[in-house]
Each structure stands twice: as structure tokens, then as C-alpha cells.
């Protein structure tokens, strides 16, 4: 299970370490193995009803994101955010593909790819946490464009994200997330629960 919760986490290390010298020096295999680097990401923050996802949408609705990464990978995997969220977050499902163009919601035919949480095509994350996905391959290069597709089924709740997306993202009624373009979508300028995309570089990348 690939749960996070921001800020804990270093706390119960350096509570199993006992404040001691905890730190392993990588092995040589360890050196040449890829490793997984944020390629994508963006700070979290508390949203208010400005700019909440409005509440329809919330309880059956589809989100899509386009995000250009930085650096490519053989693989990728997204973490999606409920650091300040009041009640649990419902993910019914997901999926990412190489979005056409920014500002569109269309994807590449053929490129699309369900994200799976542990197996599972759904994910529950509590509040306060974050959880990251599967691995999903795909050939990533720097600059793509890639679209990161969410269905939410929430019915109240404090919601996570980053209002400054400087980008557009597209919202949409009922559960969209293997549409190759959405149907009677709105835009905003606002990331939804997305913290980031991560790659699995080769070694040395950062």
C-alpha cells in the first residue's frame, strides 16, 4: 500500500532510529538501477469554495490535467493528494495518456492506460494522506504533454489542490476517464488533487 502522509513520515523514521545515525550507503547494483524522480509536481494548498470543484462534479465527475514533464522514463506514476482534505477521497478510477496538445482534453488513440492503486482500478485515500499509483510503462520523453484523468465520487468534504495551474483543466459530468475527449467539459485554471508525476530515470537523473 502506497500511502503517504505529508510530514509523518520523517517523524517515524527518526522514532525508529532513535535520532541516530541512520543513513545506508546505496550498494553498487544500486547505483545502476533506475530510480523513480518527480518529473511533474506542485505544492498543495487548502482549497475555498472559489475554487472547490463544484459539488455535482464532486459526487460524479471527471477531471483531466495536462502536465509537461521535465524529464522522461520508462515508466510512470502519479500521486494524487488528499493532504487537506476534511473527509475520505473516492477515486473511482483513472488513467493517463499523451494529451494531443495543452488546452485540449483530447489524447493520442491508441496511448491511453488505466491506473491501477495497488491492483485495484479505485483507491480510497483518507485525509491528510497522499497515495501514489502503480507503475504504468510508458516511453516518456522530456517535454511530453501527458493527461492525467480522475473520476471523484465524493459527497462533501474539504478539497486539495493548487489554484495557480497557469494551464487549463478540464471538468465533466459522469465517469469519463477512457474518453479520448471529453464530452460537455468546462474549463479552469486550477489543479485538482494532483501532487505529481514521477519517472523511473536512469540513474543520475534528478
Same mark, same amino acid.
Given at each position: !500500500?502506497?500511502? @503517504?502522509?505529508?510530514?509523518?513520515?520523517?517523524?517515524?523514521?527518526?522514532?525508529?532510529?532513535?535520532?541516530?545515525?541512520?543513513?545506508?550507503?546505496?550498494?553498487?547494483? =544500486?547505483? @545502476?538501477? =533506475? @530510480?523513480?524522480?518527480?518529473?511533474?509536481?506542485?505544492?498543495? !494548498?487548502?482549497?475555498?469554495?472559489?475554487? &472547490? !470543484?463544484?459539488?455535482?462534479?464532486?459526487?460524479?465527475?471527471?477531471?483531466?490535467?495536462?502536465?509537461?514533464?521535465?524529464?522522461?522514463?520508462?515508466?510512470?506514476?502519479?500521486?494524487?493528494?488528499?493532504?487537506?482534505?476534511?473527509?475520505?477521497?473516492?477515486?473511482?478510477?483513472?488513467?493517463? /495518456?499523451?494529451?494531443?496538445?495543452?488546452?485540449?482534453?483530447?489524447?493520442?488513440?491508441?496511448?491511453?492506460?488505466?491506473?491501477?492503486?495497488?491492483?485495484?482500478?479505485?483507491?480510497?485515500?483518507?485525509?491528510?494522506?497522499?497515495?501514489?499509483? =502503480?507503475?504504468?510503462?510508458? &516511453? &516518456?520523453?522530456?517535454?511530453?504533454?501527458?493527461?492525467?484523468? !480522475?473520476?471523484? /465520487?465524493? /459527497?462533501?468534504?474539504?478539497?486539495?489542490?493548487?489554484?495557480? &495551474?497557469?494551464?487549463?483543466?478540464?471538468?465533466?459530468?459522469?465517469?469519463?476517464?477512457?474518453?479520448?475527449?471529453?464530452?460537455?467539459?468546462?474549463?479552469?485554471?486550477?489543479?485538482?488533487?494532483?501532487? =505529481?508525476?514521477?519517472?523511473?530515470?536512469?540513474?543520475?537523473?534528478?
Amino acid at each position: !500500500m502506497k500511502l @503517504h502522509r505529508p510530514g509523518r513520515l520523517a517523524i517515524a523514521v527518526l522514532a525508529a532510529c532513535g535520532l541516530g545515525a541512520c543513513a545506508v550507503l546505496p550498494s553498487a547494483s =544500486d547505483r @545502476h538501477q =533506475d @530510480h523513480w524522480v518527480a518529473s511533474w509536481g506542485t505544492s498543495q !494548498m487548502s482549497y475555498g469554495q472559489a475554487e &472547490a !470543484m463544484p459539488a455535482e462534479l464532486w459526487k460524479d465527475g471527471t477531471v483531466r490535467q495536462v502536465v509537461r514533464l521535465s524529464l522522461g522514463g520508462s515508466q510512470v506514476r502519479v500521486r494524487i493528494s488528499n493532504a487537506y482534505g476534511s473527509d475520505m477521497l473516492v477515486v473511482n478510477e483513472a488513467s493517463v /495518456a499523451r494529451a494531443v496538445r495543452p488546452g485540449s482534453s483530447e489524447v493520442v488513440a491508441g496511448s491511453l492506460q488505466p491506473l491501477h492503486f495497488n491492483g485495484s482500478t479505485s483507491v480510497r485515500i483518507p485525509a491528510g494522506a497522499e497515495y501514489v499509483s =502503480d507503475p504504468v510503462d510508458l &516511453a &516518456a520523453a522530456s517535454g511530453l504533454d501527458l493527461a492525467v484523468t !480522475m473520476h471523484l /465520487a465524493n /459527497a462533501a468534504g474539504q478539497q486539495t489542490g493548487h489554484a495557480g &495551474a497557469r494551464t487549463t483543466t478540464f471538468l465533466a459530468p459522469g465517469r469519463q476517464t477512457t474518453a479520448a475527449n471529453l464530452e460537455d467539459a468546462k474549463t479552469v485554471t486550477r489543479w485538482h488533487q494532483l501532487a =505529481d508525476v514521477e519517472v523511473s530515470a536512469q540513474p543520475g537523473a534528478r
